[in-house]
């Protein structure tokens, strides 16, 4: 793992193609967040820029507009979104012009009709599918829509149910809310079948943006361990993770093998600084200036560093590598402080 390689090399070296995620990683709601832009730029002008995202309640070119207000050089299609990837899943098992219950937005409406599709609203018009996507106006009554559509099994001869993704929150403005997760859980709760995945983790979305822009070398950044991380590790793709959006440092810390960082930074400028090498010494573990050392069932700090992100690469390089989950140890407080920047 390029983690715990020994030579300091930047995130963006040998990188042909740097794939972001955009809710906690370029902003938090309207705005954009610290250093974002200018790192994104930046890393921008020796090699490709794209923008993944699970969002769907947007269309690519309304996305790439509000990237390009903040200051990024985006065109619609740099924007790889989950209902793109969601309508490939889509035409694999049901063909154009059927008619689609769509539950989500004008992003999801969008890639459909521009497909093919027939959209509809209601159970009542006998759709061929059900396709389901965040949109902050989905309400009670679009759910029960869905309900209503998926009641039979899909062994049993009911139609197909994809989920643009299953994230369970979303970076606001104002804090952290309900994502589409939450929307897809009541359903499934409703009629007690799953839906397929087409965004994050699932590697389907990360597909479409590799065949997309032909990428040899492609990284991926994102904020969130269980959707990010994941599904860049499925698709095999080295993945950085900023603290900036969903996860902290205790999610780190605690990170299961699926979903672990290749980088972890603070915020993007960490892009084009060496990444420093993790040293392990018998029973420590040292990034940077900042140490810890496993002693039996407690994680000991040798010292803190000059850097918080360092202490924290080299506790979870010490608690990865030794095999044990984080519930093995007894953790100092001083571990779990979070002093990155999140909306």
Same mark, same amino acid.
């Given at each position: 793992?390029?983690?715990?390689? /020994?030579?300091?090399?930047?995130?963006?070296?040998?990188?042909?193609?740097?794939?972001?995620?955009?809710?906690?990683?370029?902003?938090?709601?309207?705005?954009?967040?610290?250093?974002?832009?200018?790192?994104?730029?930046?890393?921008?002008?020796?090699?490709?820029?794209?923008?993944?995202?699970?969002?769907?309640?947007?269309?690519?070119?309304?996305?790439?507009?509000?990237?390009?207000?903040?200051?990024?050089?985006?065109?619609?299609?740099?924007?790889?979104?989950?209902?793109? /990837?969601?309508?490939?899943?889509?035409?694999?098992?049901?063909?154009?012009?059927?008619?689609?219950?769509?539950?989500?937005?004008?992003?999801?409406?969008?890639?459909?009709?521009?497909?093919?599709?027939? !959209?509809?609203?209601?159970?009542?018009?006998?759709?061929?599918?059900?396709?389901?996507?965040?949109?902050?106006?989905?309400? %009670?009554?679009?759910?029960?829509?869905?309900?209503?559509?998926?009641?039979?099994?899909?062994?049993?001869?009911?139609?197909? %149910?994809?989920?643009?993704?299953?994230? %369970?929150?979303?970076?606001?403005?104002?804090?952290?809310?309900?994502?589409?997760?939450?929307?897809?859980?009541?359903?499934?709760?409703?009629?007690?079948?799953?839906?397929? !995945?087409?965004?994050?983790?699932?590697?389907?979305?990360?597909?479409?943006?590799?065949?997309?822009?032909?990428?040899?070398?492609?990284?991926?950044?994102?904020?969130?361990?269980?959707?990010?991380?994941?599904?860049?590790?499925?698709?095999?793709?080295?993945?950085?993770?900023?603290?900036?959006?969903?996860?902290?440092?205790?999610?780190?810390?605690?990170?299961?093998?699926?979903?672990?960082?290749?980088?972890?930074?603070?915020?993007?400028?960490?892009?084009?600084?060496?990444?420093? /090498?993790?040293?392990?010494?018998?029973?420590?573990? %040292?990034?940077?200036?900042?140490?810890?050392?496993?002693?039996?069932?407690?994680?000991?700090?040798?010292?803190?560093?000059?850097?918080?992100?360092?202490?924290?690469?080299?506790?979870? /390089?010490?608690?990865?590598?030794?095999?044990?989950?984080?519930?093995?140890?007894?953790?100092?407080?001083?571990?779990?402080?979070?002093?990155?920047?999140?909306?």
């Amino acid at each position: 793992m390029a983690l715990f390689g /020994a030579k300091p090399r930047t995130p963006l070296d040998g990188v042909d193609l740097v794939l972001a995620d955009l809710d906690g990683v370029v902003y938090a709601g309207p705005g954009a967040l610290p250093h974002a832009i200018e790192s994104l730029n930046r890393a921008g002008e020796t090699r490709r820029l794209g923008y993944i995202t699970n969002n769907a309640s947007r269309r690519d070119a309304t996305v790439a507009a509000h990237l390009r207000d903040l200051g990024l050089h985006t065109r619609p299609d740099d924007v790889v979104t989950s209902p793109q /990837a969601a309508v490939r899943l889509l035409a694999e098992r049901v063909p154009a012009p059927a008619t689609i219950l769509v539950i989500g937005g004008d992003g999801l409406v969008f890639e459909l009709e521009k497909a093919g599709y027939t !959209v509809t609203r209601s159970a009542d018009d006998g759709p061929a599918a059900v396709l389901q996507g965040f949109a902050p106006d989905v309400g %009670w009554q679009h759910l029960a829509e869905a309900a209503y559509a998926l009641a039979t099994p899909e062994e049993e001869g009911g139609i197909p %149910w994809i989920a643009t993704n299953t994230d %369970w929150t979303i970076p606001q403005a104002r804090g952290i809310a309900p994502g589409n997760g939450t929307l897809v859980s009541a359903v499934h709760t409703a009629v007690g079948r799953l839906a397929t !995945v087409a965004g994050k983790p699932e590697r389907a979305i990360f597909d479409v943006a590799v065949a997309r822009f032909a990428a040899r070398s492609p990284l991926f950044i994102g904020d969130r361990l269980d959707t990010d991380i994941a599904g860049a590790q499925a698709a095999g793709m080295p993945s950085v993770l900023v603290l900036t959006g969903v996860d902290r440092p205790k999610h780190v810390l605690a990170a299961p093998a699926t979903s672990r960082p290749t980088y972890i930074v603070g915020d993007l400028r960490e892009l084009h600084e060496p990444y420093p /090498a993790t040293v392990v010494k018998g029973d420590a573990t %040292w990034v940077g200036r900042a140490g810890v050392q496993i002693d039996g069932p407690d994680l000991r700090i040798l010292a803190e560093g000059d850097r918080p992100i360092d202490l924290l690469r080299a506790a979870s /390089a010490a608690i990865w590598n030794s095999g044990r989950a984080i519930y093995g140890f007894r953790v100092p407080e001083r571990l779990y402080a979070d002093p990155f920047h999140r909306p």
